[in-house]
């Protein structure tokens, strides 16, 4: 069997409001309504409505051959349910024709995994729970953790919580001379299967697909099609995994990339011997190849691949550090609203904004921060954080006294 | 008498501290008898009419007047096209460049056009509009009546000098910074010229602290009798009562003013890391904008303080006024300062401050702690006191409100018009 698996990453974070040092102790309302509404809106339009209407009409047309799977943050599925019920239906209606399969992952889209696992734990479990809530009882088989971050570790993790597959990065330093076209698994727990990025065809059509400059601009189906039919035989499994904002956000319209995918399956079924599928058929029929060895985690951003994106410079570890030491206290809370921001400040843009790698990766960085620089990102978590650190003292002043 | 002053701003358009010493100098010489006009480069309208004001912009020169080339000679040397803009970070620094890179236009003419709109910002074009200011200087000079010249700081220092050519009338000029504050060791050769020959020809000058006066005569070759120390004021004594409420159980530590090397910022965070190791019960605030901005909240971060030390960016008005009011503690560490007026403000809102002992306004203070600005040990062990040992602060608020009641611009009014005397006498007996 030869396949190709598409993944794609919905994601939103709840972005902070301009915070000031004046308002810390008085102000504990921390999120952009505004920004985050008008932002979910501008992108259910230009792409989760009108993506989410070509992919219901390409499987209905295909009867079930053309199929997809899709990971909605926790907080996407929040900001969904305030702000484009629309979308919620939608994507309701997408899943309940049993192609569209939907995985696992933080709530909160965080960074957990490298920090606490009783956390992370606890935001799957989160995560689970909203799912089920949504999606008429759905309950994920395959996990891919926040910006397909990876090691040995966090799939051993991930495996005790029996989820039978993980995607991640098929990152050139972990791979060498392999190739990301089968199935792996975990170094540590070899019952979880490791689906990799196949990250040049991924990019092609999420990153390069407008790009003017580029060689193969424009790129057309028949092209893509003549690529993967390059590939050699005995390589199955072609996993194209990417932000769904791809599609009409990133790559406007104009750029005719809705017209590229209206038109993929059918060249697909035509002139090649692929099939699509979703991960957890991969993982179901075809067998592993081996023991994929990722002793130092992984993602699939920037060049490196690494985590320096989200932790690394002072910034972000400053903010990231200071954040987890409030872990036991969060415990201990009672308040409700105490435990919803601690999931949304935990959630990993706020650490992204803050990266000072302004070189390769800096126009990325910059198209996604609403701040003007990685210091004014910090300042103003900080800011936050302060005022949330003050609260969870009241709160347990409060407890003690009682 | 009849003063003609030459400033470079005025409130309420001030990019600096230059505009607020100004007025309150005008303000306290309106208390006298005696006429001032005074010059800006562009007049907004909305100023205090506090004197007679002449707006540069409106001036015609009159070519036929042969000493104009005369001067313009002399100021050829500003190099026009240079890129000199005092107080701007290396970003906007480059912006402007970058700009005026592309409009090339011709110097000369534009210099010599019958009037020109000046900016009176602190922009790329400046060396041109200090050029211009000196002719229209010139002209204004010869078309008004009066007894004596004052020039206020480098800016129109040219002004001042060809205002003397023009009329024949003794020149004072007032330093309230030196480039040596501006920039420490790395001085702009063009600027450092400009004060210097200010200084020189000027029948007298005026130091805005001692500390200044040191500067003067040690770095510009001055002879100590020509430069007269008349420290700055305040412009409102009282004190003020704000209804401004800390929302955060901590006790609040400041640090406002430009983040630049002058200010010594970094030696407010090292300090404040030290006192933060053994007291948790405070937040430092940095309070300001500049070049050294990103530098300090990376220092921050390095020092793993960032939940307790916190930046707000640029603040105005009330904004300037709250921070005051609910601060515990407030610190000026700076390098070098020629006065350094916002310690005064902070004892205003009966705030206790820490001055360092590089600055022009520790010469006035008595009810201050003061260290050397590197001295870090010494500021946390400061902090540390005022916050905890409430004698010493309350001590502070009384005798302070006192001492601030005698630092009014009158007084500083009165001393100028007796060294304008002076110099009337001795250059014109």
């Given at each position: 069997?030869?396949?190709?698996?598409?993944?794609?990453?919905?994601?939103?974070?709840?972005?902070?409001?301009?915070?000031?040092?004046?308002?810390?102790?008085?102000?504990?309302?921390?999120?952009?309504?505004f920004?985050?509404?008008?932002?979910?809106?501008?992108?259910?339009?230009?792409?989760?409505?009108?993506m989410?209407a070509?992919?219901?009409?390409?499987?209905?047309?295909?009867?079930g051959?053309?199929?997809?799977?899709?990971?909605?943050?926790?907080?996407?599925?929040?900001?969904?349910?305030?702000?484009?019920?629309?979308?919620?239906?939608?994507?309701?209606?997408?899943?309940?024709?049993?192609?569209?399969?939907?995985?696992?992952?933080?709530?909160?889209?965080?960074?957990?995994a490298l920090?606490?696992?009783?956390?992370?734990?606890?935001?799957?479990?989160?995560?689970?729970?909203?799912?089920?809530?949504?999606?008429?009882?759905?309950?994920?088989?395959?996990?891919?953790?926040?910006?397909l971050?990876?090691?040995?570790?966090?799939?051993?993790?991930?495996?005790?919580?029996?989820?039978?597959?993980?995607?991640?990065?098929?990152?050139?330093?972990?791979?060498?001379?392999?190739?990301?076209?089968?199935?792996?698994?975990?170094?540590?727990?070899?019952?979880?299967?490791?689906?990799?990025?196949?990250?040049?065809?991924?990019?092609?059509?999420?990153?390069?697909?407008?790009?003017?400059?580029?060689?193969?601009?424009?790129?057309?189906?028949?092209?893509?099609?003549?690529?993967?039919n390059?590939?050699?035989?005995?390589?199955?499994?072609?996993?194209?995994?990417?932000?769904?904002?791809?599609?009409?956000?990133?790559?406007?319209?104009?750029?005719?990339?809705?017209?590229?995918?209206?038109?993929?399956?059918?060249?697909?079924?035509?002139?090649?011997?692929?099939?699509?599928?979703?991960?957890?058929?991969?993982v179901?029929?075809?067998?592993?190849?081996?023991?994929?060895?990722?002793p130092?985690?992984?993602?699939w951003?920037?060049?490196e691949?690494?985590?320096?994106?989200?932790?690394?410079?002072d910034?972000?570890?400053?903010?990231?550090?200071?954040?987890?030491e409030?872990?036991?206290?969060?415990?201990?809370?009672?308040?409700?609203?105490?435990?919803?921001?601690?999931?949304?400040?935990?959630?990993?843009?706020?650490?992204?904004?803050?990266?000072?790698?302004?070189?390769?990766?800096?126009?990325?960085?910059?198209?996604?921060?609403?701040?003007?620089?990685?210091?004014?990102?910090?300042?103003?978590?900080?800011?936050?954080?302060?005022?949330?650190?003050?609260?969870?003292k009241?709160?347990?002043?409060?407890?003690?006294?009682? | 008498?009849?003063?003609?002053?030459?400033g470079?701003?005025?409130?309420?358009?001030?990019?600096?501290g230059?505009?607020?010493a100004?007025?309150?100098?005008?303000?306290?010489?309106?208390?006298?008898?005696?006429?001032?006009i005074?010059?800006?480069?562009?007049?907004w309208?909305?100023?205090?009419?506090?004197?007679?004001?002449?707006?540069?912009?409106?001036?015609?020169?009159?070519?036929?007047?042969?000493?104009?080339?005369?001067?313009?000679?002399n100021?050829?040397y500003?190099?026009?096209?240079?890129?000199?803009?005092?107080?701007?970070?290396?970003?906007?620094?480059?912006k402007?460049?970058?700009?005026?890179?592309?409009?090339?236009?011709?110097?000369?003419?534009?210099?010599?056009?019958?009037?020109?709109?000046?900016?009176?910002?602190?922009?790329?074009?400046?060396?041109?509009e200090?050029?211009?200011?000196?002719?229209?200087?010139?002209?204004?000079?010869?078309?008004?009546?009066?007894?004596?010249?004052?020039?206020?700081?480098?800016l129109?220092?040219?002004?001042?000098?060809?205002a003397?050519?023009?009329?024949?009338?003794?020149?004072?000029?007032?330093?309230?910074?030196?480039?040596?504050?501006?920039?420490?060791?790395?001085?702009?050769?063009?600027?450092?010229?400009?004060?210097?020959?200010?200084?020189?020809?000027?029948?007298?000058?005026?130091?805005?602290?001692?500390?200044?006066?040191?500067?003067?005569?040690?770095?510009?070759?001055?002879?100590?009798?020509?430069?007269?120390?008349?420290?700055?004021?305040?412009?409102?004594?009282?004190?003020?009562?704000?209804?401004?409420?800390?929302?955060?159980?901590?006790?609040?530590?400041?640090?406002?003013?430009?983040?630049?090397?002058?200010?010594?910022?970094?030696?407010?965070?090292?300090?404040?890391?030290?006192?933060?190791?053994?007291?948790?019960?405070?937040?430092?605030?940095?309070?300001?904008?500049?070049?050294?901005?990103?530098?300090?909240?990376?220092?921050?971060?390095?020092?793993?303080?960032?939940?307790?030390?916190?930046f707000?960016?640029?603040?105005?008005?009330?904004?300037?006024?709250?921070?005051?009011?609910?601060?515990?503690?407030?610190?000026?560490?700076?390098?070098?300062?020629?006065?350094?007026?916002?310690?005064?403000?902070?004892v205003?809102?009966?705030?206790?401050?820490?001055?360092?002992?590089?600055?022009?306004?520790s010469?006035?203070?008595?009810?201050?702690?003061?260290?050397?600005?590197?001295?870090?040990?010494?500021?946390?062990?400061?902090?540390?006191?005022?916050?905890?040992?409430?004698?010493?602060?309350?001590?502070?608020?009384?005798c302070?409100?006192?001492?601030l009641?005698?630092?009014?611009?009158?007084?500083?009014?009165?001393?100028i018009?007796?060294?304008?005397?002076?110099?009337?006498?001795?250059?014109?007996?």
């Amino acid at each position: 069997m030869r396949t190709i698996c598409f993944y794609f990453q919905v994601h939103q974070p709840y972005r902070l409001k301009p915070y000031r040092f004046f308002d810390i102790g008085e102000d504990h309302h921390y999120w952009d309504d505004f920004a985050n509404r008008s932002i979910m809106r501008k992108v259910a339009e230009k792409c989760y409505l009108p993506m989410n209407a070509l992919l219901l009409e390409l499987i209905e047309k295909y009867q079930g051959n053309f199929k997809v799977s899709f990971s909605l943050s926790g907080v996407f599925m929040d900001q969904m349910e305030e702000y484009a019920p629309d979308v919620l239906e939608s994507f309701q209606k997408l899943v309940a024709t049993g192609h569209a399969e939907l995985l696992n992952e933080t709530y909160a889209h965080a960074l957990s995994a490298l920090k606490s696992k009783e956390e992370f734990h606890d935001m799957v479990r989160a995560q689970q729970e909203k799912i089920k809530k949504l999606f008429n009882g759905y309950t994920p088989k395959v996990f891919r953790n926040t910006e397909l971050i990876y090691s040995d570790q966090i799939g051993e993790m991930v495996s005790e919580l029996g989820y039978e597959a993980i995607l991640t990065e098929g990152a050139k330093h972990i791979l060498g001379w392999k190739s990301p076209n089968y199935v792996y698994c975990n170094a540590i727990e070899p019952k979880l299967k490791v689906l990799l990025k196949n990250f040049r065809l991924s990019d092609d059509i999420a990153f390069r697909f407008g790009e003017k400059g580029w060689a193969d601009w424009p790129l057309t189906t028949d092209k893509f099609v003549d690529w993967i039919n390059q590939i050699p035989q005995e390589e199955e499994v072609i996993n194209l995994f990417m932000d769904y904002e791809t599609f009409g956000e990133h790559q406007w319209a104009e750029s005719g990339i809705f017209e590229f995918m209206r038109h993929l399956p059918e060249a697909v079924f035509h002139h090649s011997n692929f099939t699509f599928s979703t991960p957890s058929q991969v993982v179901a029929e075809v067998p592993p190849v081996g023991k994929i060895h990722v002793p130092v985690p992984i993602s699939w951003a920037d060049e490196e691949r690494d985590l320096t994106a989200w932790l690394g410079n002072d910034l972000q570890d400053e903010a990231f550090d200071r954040l987890y030491e409030l872990e036991p206290l969060v415990r201990q809370s009672q308040d409700p609203q105490i435990q919803k921001d601690w999931k949304y400040l935990q959630t990993s843009d706020h650490f992204y904004y803050m990266c000072t790698k302004f070189f390769s990766d800096g126009d990325i960085h910059a198209y996604f921060s609403p701040y003007e620089s990685p210091y004014e990102a910090f300042i103003n978590y900080m800011n936050v954080l302060s005022d949330f650190m003050l609260r969870l003292k009241k709160e347990q002043k409060n407890i003690v006294s009682e | 008498m009849k003063v003609l002053m030459f400033g470079w701003e005025f409130p309420p358009h001030i990019s600096g501290g230059l505009g607020t010493a100004c007025y309150g100098l005008l303000k306290g010489m309106s208390h006298y008898d005696h006429e001032v006009i005074f010059v800006v480069p562009k007049l907004w309208g909305d100023e205090d009419p506090l004197a007679d004001f002449v707006n540069a912009s409106d001036i015609e020169i009159d070519y036929r007047e042969k000493r104009f080339k005369e001067i313009w000679k002399n100021l050829t040397y500003l190099e026009i096209s240079s890129f000199l803009v005092p107080y701007l970070g290396p970003e906007e620094f480059s912006k402007f460049t970058d700009k005026s890179l592309h409009d090339g236009t011709d110097v000369d003419e534009s210099i010599f056009a019958n009037k020109f709109s000046f900016s009176g910002k602190y922009g790329k074009d400046l060396i041109m509009e200090v050029s211009r200011y000196a002719l229209v200087a010139g002209q204004i000079a010869k078309n008004k009546e009066h007894d004596i010249i004052h020039a206020h700081d480098w800016l129109s220092f040219p002004a001042g000098i060809a205002a003397k050519r023009l009329s024949g009338k003794p020149l004072v000029v007032h330093v309230h910074a030196t480039e040596f504050d501006r920039s420490g060791e790395s001085v702009n050769q063009r600027v450092y010229d400009i004060e210097r020959s200010g200084m020189e020809e000027a029948d007298h000058i005026i130091a805005v602290s001692h500390l200044t006066k040191k500067t003067i005569v040690a770095r510009y070759g001055i002879p100590e009798e020509k430069v007269t120390v008349i420290h700055n004021a305040v412009l409102d004594t009282s004190i003020i009562s704000s209804i401004a409420t800390k929302k955060v159980p901590e006790k609040i530590v400041t640090f406002l003013g430009r983040i630049t090397f002058q200010k010594g910022p970094e030696y407010f965070i090292e300090a404040a890391n030290k006192v933060l190791k053994i007291d948790d019960n405070v937040r430092f605030v940095m309070a300001g904008s500049g070049d050294l901005l990103n530098r300090m909240i990376d220092r921050v971060a390095e020092l793993r303080i960032a939940t307790k030390f916190h930046f707000t960016g640029f603040l105005k008005g009330d904004d300037v006024d709250q921070m005051f009011a609910i601060s515990d503690v407030y610190v000026m560490p700076s390098v070098s300062e020629p006065f350094g007026i916002s310690p005064l403000e902070a004892v205003r809102h009966n705030t206790p401050v820490i001055i360092s002992k590089q600055s022009g306004v520790s010469e006035v203070l008595t009810n201050a702690i003061k260290i050397d600005f590197w001295d870090i040990d010494a500021m946390a062990d400061a902090i540390f006191a005022l916050l905890h040992y409430q004698g010493i602060s309350t001590m502070f608020r009384q005798c302070g409100s006192e001492e601030l009641k005698k630092m009014k611009w009158e007084h500083v009014a009165e001393k100028i018009f007796a060294l304008y005397e002076k110099t009337l006498t001795v250059t014109q007996p």
